[in-house]
């Protein structure tokens, strides 16, 4: 995905608390306008309040789906926080987070070609393998135990909500099987519910 910067954030825009910040090039940026330029104008920025407006986490989004180039020149954001930082265009694709925050992968470009339907595509294909490398980060960071693919198969459908008797004739499993890889899961997982396996196993809980 040819950009200038690429970032990882996360952050609870509520309570304007950013938890991560990373940046690919590593090199400090031309202007560092400072967090408070960009919470100032954080809610009046259309696409960067758009998920927390619309709860659309899945859509990839870019500047231009809400301004043209000079009404975004015209905001606020643009003229304290990302004019500084020479941002002309950005796309945002957005991974599951705790209830609460928001965690994102941006892509940044200054002077040149703005973000298109082929990036776009790109983007929303790579979203959920996106999701499942960092679940599988967070889950060897937390040392996670592991469990078989079957009983990794079961607990994403416990995850999604699904009762045991739905589990079951999911798998094509009795239902004492299911309470069985249940009970095995529990163990593994050294936890006694349904709520802290689903926890343990999926930090950021994306089902």
């Not at 996360?10 to 560092?32: C, G, K, T, V």
């Not at 020479?86 to 992968?105: F, H, K, Q």
């Amino acid at each position: 995905m040819p950009c200038d910067v690429i970032t990882f954030v996360e952050f609870d825009a509520s309570h304007e608390l950013a938890y991560l910040d990373q940046s690919l090039p590593e090199e400090p940026p031309p202007a560092d306008p400072g967090e408070e330029a960009f919470w100032r104008h954080y809610w009046d920025c259309l696409p960067c309040s758009y998920p927390e407006r619309t709860g659309d986490e899945r859509s990839i989004t870019t500047i231009s789906d809400f301004y043209t180039q000079r009404d975004y020149q015209n905001t606020g954001m643009y003229a304290d926080f990302f004019g500084p930082l020479g941002v002309e265009y950005d796309a945002v694709l957005c991974l599951s987070a705790p209830a609460g925050r928001s965690r994102r992968l941006l892509f940044f470009r200054g002077r040149g070609a703005d973000f298109d339907g082929r990036d776009r595509l790109v983007l929303s294909l790579l979203r959920p393998h996106l999701n499942e490398l960092y679940q599988e980060l967070e889950r060897r960071r937390r040392k996670v135990p592991e469990l078989t693919s079957r009983q990794w198969e079961l607990l994403r459908l416990v995850a999604s909500g699904r009762t045991n008797p739905e589990i079951a004739k999911e798998l094509f499993l009795s239902r004492d099987t299911v309470r069985k890889h249940l009970e095995k899961i529990y163990g593994r997982l050294e936890v006694a519910t349904r709520t802290a396996a689903v926890a343990r196993a999926f930090p950021a809980h994306p089902y």
